[in-house]
């Protein structure tokens, strides 16, 4: 099992940052990727962002060039840097990882809620 817990969340105004961290703990071998995912009300989750053991990165169209995901992997850690953010990025931001072990096994934190309002 792998425990992943974010913190970092919060109400923000438009045009503000925030940086979000996820912590991985437990069975954290073989971690293939990290990455964020979020959800609005009334809205599926969605990817924000994905990087793997490798450095690879992905970015939803909506978060190029504001949002910046990286990873420690010494700590286990996951980081996702928002800047300027608007108030469509109103949701709960969940933290993923992706372990392969002969199968594929998704986990997922408890979420954090960004608010972006004036």
């Known amino acids: 099992q792998v425990q992943l817990v974010e913190s970092g969340g919060g109400l923000v105004q438009p045009g503000g940052s925030l940086r979000l961290s996820c912590a991985a703990s437990?069975?954290?071998?073989?971690?293939?990727?990290m990455g964020w995912y979020r959800q609005a009300p009334g809205k599926q989750r969605e990817l924000v962002a994905t990087i793997t053991s490798g450095g690879r990165i992905s970015y939803a169209d909506s978060a190029k060039g504001r949002f910046t995901i990286s990873r420690d992997n010494a700590k286990n850690t996951v980081y996702l840097q928002m800047n300027s953010l608007k108030p469509e990025d109103t949701a709960v931001y969940y933290c993923?990882?992706?372990?392969?072990?002969?199968?594929?096994?998704?986990?997922w934190g408890q979420g954090t809620q960004v608010t972006v309002s004036s």
């Open positions: 437990g069975s954290i071998f073989n971690i293939d990727s």
């Open positions: 993923n990882a992706v372990q392969r072990i002969m199968l594929r096994t998704d986990y």
